[in-house]
């Protein structure tokens, strides 16, 4: 990688900090959590709040599943050259009681996963432009 | 049952990959149906269509498409869009209006045509739309089914083995399918030798996109008696409901699920809620269903189905499956259309055809892929955006 600067890849969905968060909301009235952020409307058919405070979510959580990609999806996606498959996880967050996928960090495959392992939060390039290198979050098994 | 409809008549165009107009595998489709039936087009009064997004406007408006391309005769038309179960709320729409009275005997048709390869978002920088960011960020369709594959074999101990047995038990019975696409007899040999996509799944483990058309012909049971028809099967119950909050199973396009966390509030599989209703409705339950028809996506996705449709207990069906009871002769065969392993997915087509098959199978005119005695069959599919259905026919 160049001495470019870093990014996020989608802006506003995670903090830059070396122990980043997701950034999502959570509505004022019934305490359900959003991600991505929703500031609008209540997706609990119990709940007609309009009043979301902007939250990090969990930065660690247990494996709800996990796989690979071997072959190199269609744009937007921007793919190295040549393609190097990359490991998925769902990851269940336990306070939100929600599970998020992402990418899991370069250099764990398959094999080094099972479900119910703790993984936490990690930014990694996700790709470069011409300007800057666009970081996302994902998942990086937690020593234990 | 006063809620039910009669099924006079099925039809489907063969799958395959040809890229011909979509309309003319619909019209093919609607006029084999018509011909089982005996029920002339102009007797139609209601043209119900499962709508294409692929294919401009016409697909759109498969309704009036398909009315056009018989020839106007002045039935009212209707188009559904609602992804995989289109083909079921079409069938929904039109079994409302026989219901109401409004309507005796309707055509109920989906056809598609599909490009090759994955099936991209529009460009451009686009946060606000969930299919952008899964793409951007590398998730792609195989990705959720290899998530719920995985998790079957950290579960429950489900095994690659197990999968390609479905694909075998699959390839095998659709074999003898004339309608289906692939008619070739695959080995777990073969299944083992294919390029892995997802781990655990590979190429043969998941379903192609295809072109296809389905048809059906339904009526009241009074127009069905009129005709000489009062044993058709018939249409027991439609599920379309949507999921209930919280859905915790993440589901394409999403990148996570919704959250629990509020008071009152439970993570639900929204698979495993689907075909509640259609029990509901229909009044019987599981232990009175002779075969069943399942969207397998994937291999693995079959077994989820049939857990979901409480033909096994949670974590049991690749028992099932080992014992044979899944299989042809067995206790509660699935799929013996051969399934989307040998059709591939022709989306607004597919819930239509496996409810042809339902109606084959009770007629018993399905030939080497019979369900002796069958008299109660179900279906169940899911697609993007909270869509999904099951429909019960029975004799």
């Known amino acids: ?144 | 049952m006063s809620n039910e409809i009669a099924i006079l008549g099925a039809g489907m165009h063969p799958w395959g990959k040809w890229g011909h107009n979509f309309v003319q595998y619909g019209v093919a489709a609607a006029r084999e149906a018509l011909a089982d039936a005996g029920v002339p087009w102009q007797d139609v009064s209601f043209v119900s269509g499962g709508a294409t997004v692929r294919c401009g406007y016409p697909g759109y408006v498969a309704g009036a498409t398909f009315a056009q391309a018989l020839g106007w005769q002045g039935a009212e038309v209707n188009t559904s869009y609602a992804a995989c179960a289109s083909g079921s709320q079409a069938l929904a729409a039109a079994r409302n209006k026989i219901l109401a009275g409004e309507c005796d005997v309707a055509l109920v048709v989906g056809a598609d045509t599909t490009p090759k390869g994955f099936l991209a978002p529009a460009k451009g920088y686009r946060p606000e739309d969930p299919d952008w960011v899964r793409f951007y960020l590398g998730i792609t369709n195989p990705t959720y089914f290899a998530l719920y594959a995985r998790r079957r074999m950290d579960l429950y101990g489900d095994t690659l083995e197990d999968f390609a047995a479905v694909k075998v038990k699959n390839s095998r019975i659709g074999s003898k399918n004339p309608r289906a696409r692939y008619r070739k007899c695959f080995t777990a040999e073969d299944v083992a030798a294919s390029a892995m996509v997802a781990d655990p799944l590979r190429l043969m483990d998941i379903c192609a996109t295809s072109d296809g058309g389905a048809a059906l012909i339904v009526s009241s049971l009074d127009y069905a008696r009129k005709i000489g028809k009062g044993d058709a099967p018939r249409v027991a119950a439609i599920s379309t409901v949507t999921p209930t909050f919280a859905s915790g199973v993440v589901e394409m396009p999403d990148i996570a699920t919704d959250s629990a966390a509020a008071d009152g509030v439970e993570a639900r599989s929204f698979r495993s809620t689907l075909p509640l209703k259609a029990y509901e409705e229909a009044g019987i339950g599981p232990e009175d269903v002779d075969l069943a028809e399942v969207y397998d996506l994937s291999t693995a996705l079959e077994l989820d189905w049939i857990e979901d449709l409480r033909l096994a207990p949670r974590g049991e069906a690749a028992a099932l499956l080992r014992n044979g009871d899944t299989s042809l002769g067995g206790r509660i065969p699935v799929n013996v259309s051969g399934g989307l392993a040998c059709f591939g997915e022709a989306v607004p087509a597919q819930a239509l055809a496996q409810v042809c098959e339902l109606t084959w199978q009770l007629r018993g005119e399905a030939g080497d892929r019979q369900v002796e005695g069958a008299k109660v069959g179900i279906t169940a599919n899911q697609g993007l955006f909270g869509h999904g259905s099951s429909v019960i026919v029975r004799t």
């Not at chain 1, 890849?9 to 997701?22: D, N």
């Not at chain 1, 470069?128 to 990086?140: A, H, L, M, N």
Request: aromatic letters at 10%.
């Open chain 1, 1 to 144: 990688m160049s001495e470019k600067p870093l990014a996020p890849a989608i802006e506003g969905w995670h903090t830059m900090t070396a122990k980043p968060h997701l950034i999502g909301t959570q509505c004022a009235a019934c305490g359900t959590y959003f991600f991505p952020k929703q500031s609008q409307y209540c997706k609990n058919p119990g709940c007609d709040s309009t009043d979301f405070r902007e939250v990090e979510l969990s930065r660690t959580g247990q494996v709800w599943s996990y796989t690979n990609a071997c072959y190199q999806p269609p744009e937007p996606f921007v793919a190295p050259d040549p393609f190097e498959p990359y490991t998925i996880a769902a990851v269940q967050l336990e306070k939100e009681e929600m599970v998020v996928l992402g990418q899991v960090v370069k250099g764990v495959d398959v094999d080094d996963l099972e479900v119910g392992m703790t993984m936490e939060l990690v930014l990694e390039p996700l790709h470069e432009t011409d300007d800057d290198i666009k970081v996302s979050w994902k998942w990086q098994p937690v020593a234990s």
